[in-house]
């Protein structure tokens, strides 16, 4: 194969035609399958940086998976990047194909914060032809790093579509707006290989090879496949960025639970649709000859070259070691400003008339800080123009709020912290004899009675999943220190009544000020498990904070603070049971902040499961 690098516009079109000049940054659309490998989210991480970079303007994300939590994945890493209002649009029909690793988590907005779900996205066809009417001629650049059924759909909607008042066909508004099309998709190495992308939807790229009306340039499974990229993002928390979260979760990268490497096929392509082919004159790849490509239905790629053809393929140039480092530079590249809730901690507690105190830290890189504003369930309550960002809040009734603060950039960017769950009490008049000490961890005294739900052919004891704040470490260690059911045991649809839990009780109540527990570890995810903490007090089992989700699929429940109030109580438990369709499968609880026989968590915080007393 004769190979050369040809001459470009912008940041690497090929030129074909007379079409219309169009000298600003590439307005990019990213079409993709988040959830069913990492290399998505790394992906969707690096436009970010390019946009931040000023390389380019996004215009929306398109979902090609219709897993239920991809919506809420998606918005999630597009608001940790200031970016929370970019559209996205859900491919209409079932294509849940491939695994779901890390949506449940990231996409969780107790966990992530996003506001966009499945429900409310519009469809993928109908926010094609509106972002793309709404562009310049021959401005837009299509990045697809999943299946094709988004641009399957659109080729096909008429003119009007659905009403939408838009008097073009699909394949029309691509030809005239559609600078580019860039695929990562088939195998031109190994054309025999029915390439994974291709086989998520043959007839989208049968349709899109053939009918497509712009240059197409295929990123090839083999070039992202050896450029690995990742195990950067072990220099972030987890639990604070969601694209590192993706890559902890992913069972291809790493070892269980454990950030690193992964195949870089979305990057490669991403990278490419921005930057061409080039870094500092140096080519990182060149094209094929022009080609005819297709694809049989087995989804083996086919092509032959073709001089009238629009169609090319990328060819790996500069050393692999070299093309990672560029692109895994872009993926880590922080937002350019951020903002974290310094107070209220996740899960504090008080009582009514309290004054609460509200501070944020912020760290400019790229843009200065406007304004901070704070929030309750979403509604500003208070709003600050420099530092020491901070506010007073005096919550007057019993319940449970939401508070975060909302950073506004110079530029009209917005960025949000994770919210932190806060609950007004009213406080119990002390009962027993305890004396306070922050250290102390009740399950752990001798007259703390454990009990489980699990009795026989289960995973661990109920002690084992009690981190000993003296110690620094599990009180009992073990090989996973969790105490529940076998990885992929099914327990069926279980009702609350009957519902497995994990309990400590005491002869004599005790004045207990904070609780925390350990949700399930990542591989064995429970979006859809319902749950409830409780407390027991003169006979009677009392709710403290009930969902779905959240903190028991991987996370870590928290309530109160050393110096917050107090509930009075001789028992407190944590229940799982289903939520009426969906069962309970690898259902258990986990330590956290010690290293086991297979997991070191000494870096978490908080420490889990801990109940404490004033």
């Known amino acids: ?118 429900e409310a996205a519009p469809d993928s066809a109908t926010l094609y032809r509106r972002l793309l009417n709404d562009a310049p001629d021959n401005s837009v650049k299509i990045v697809v790093i999943g299946g094709q059924p988004c641009l399957y759909q659109f080729l096909q909607t008429e003119a009007n579509h659905e009403g939408d008042g838009i008097e073009k066909t699909g394949f029309e508004l691509a030809e005239q707006k559609v600078q580019e099309l860039v695929l990562m998709a088939g195998n031109f190495a190994n054309p025999e290989h029915g390439e994974w992308n291709i086989t998520l939807h043959i007839p989208g790229a049968q349709l899109v090879a053939e009918e497509w009306p712009t240059p197409i340039v295929y990123s090839g499974y083999e070039i992202g496949r050896v450029i690995q990229t990742g195990a950067r993002y072990a220099e972030y928390d987890p639990e604070e960025h969601p694209v590192a979260m993706a890559y902890k979760l992913y069972r291809g990268a790493g070892t269980r639970g454990t950030i690193g490497d992964r195949s870089s096929w979305d990057q490669a392509a991403v990278y490419y649709t921005v930057l061409g082919l080039e870094h500092e004159g140096e080519a990182i790849w060149s094209l094929s000859e022009p080609m005819d490509i297709r694809f049989d239905d087995e989804g083996r790629t086919r092509f032959e070259e073709n001089p009238e053809a629009n169609r090319r393929y990328k060819i790996q140039e500069m050393p692999i070691e070299e093309t990672a480092d560029l692109i895994e530079e872009l993926m880590v590249r922080p937002p350019r400003m951020s903002i974290e809730l310094e107070t209220p901690s996740r899960g504090a507690a008080y009582i009514p008339g309290a004054t609460v105190t509200l501070q944020a830290s912020v760290t400019e890189r790229d843009i200065t800080a406007d304004r901070v504003e704070f929030l309750v369930d979403g509604d500003p ?130 004045n207990v000020n904070y609780l925390t527990f350990g949700g399930t570890y990542w591989n064995q995810p429970q979006p859809f498990t319902m749950w409830s903490v409780d407390y027991r007090r003169d006979g009677e089992w009392r709710a403290l904070r009930e969902g779905q989700g959240g903190w028991i699929n991987t996370g870590v429940f928290v309530w109160g603070q050393a110096d917050g109030p107090g509930i009075t109580a001789d028992a407190v438990r944590v229940r799982a049971f289903s939520d009426g369709e969906h069962p309970l499968r690898s259902i258990h609880l986990r330590a956290r902040g010690g290293v086991s026989e297979n997991e070191d968590d000494s870096g978490a915080d908080p420490k889990a499961s801990l109940v404490l007393y004033k």
Request: one cysteine or more.
């Open 1 to 118: 194969m004769i190979r050369y690098t040809l001459p470009f516009l912008a940041a690497g079109l090929f030129l074909i035609g007379a079409a219309t000049a169009y000298d600003g940054a590439p307005l990019v659309i990213l079409d993709t399958d988040m959830r069913a490998d990492c290399d998505d989210a790394g992906a969707l991480a690096a436009l970010h940086a390019l946009a931040d970079k000023g390389e380019c303007e996004i215009l929306g994300v398109m979902a090609s998976t219709s897993g239920p939590h991809v919506v809420g994945t998606i918005n999630a890493i597009n608001t940790f990047y200031g970016r929370p209002e970019l559209p996205v649009g859900l491919v209409e029909g079932e294509h849940t194909t491939g695994g779901d690793d890390y949506a449940p988590v990231v996409g969780d907005p107790e966990r992530f914060f996003s506001t966009m779900s499945n």
């Open 381 to 510: 309550i208070a709003e600050t123009g420099s530092a020491p960002y901070e506010a007073e809040w005096t919550p007057a009734s019993v319940g449970k709020y939401r508070v975060q603060a909302r950073l506004h950039g110079e530029d009209g960017a917005r960025f949000y912290t994770q919210p932190a769950i806060v609950s007004i009490i009213e406080e119990d008049d002390a009962v027993g004899t305890n004396e306070p000490d922050a250290l102390a961890n009740l399950a752990l005294l001798p007259d703390a009675q454990l009990s489980g739900s699990v009795e026989e052919d289960g995973r661990g004891e109920p002690v084992d999943i009690l981190y000993d704040p003296a110690e620094e470490g599990y009180h009992v260690v073990t090989d996973w220190n969790e105490y529940g059911v076998g990885h992929e045991e099914d327990l069926g649809l279980v009702s609350e009544e009957d519902a497995f839990y994990w309990a400590a009780e005491w002869e004599e109540p005790k």
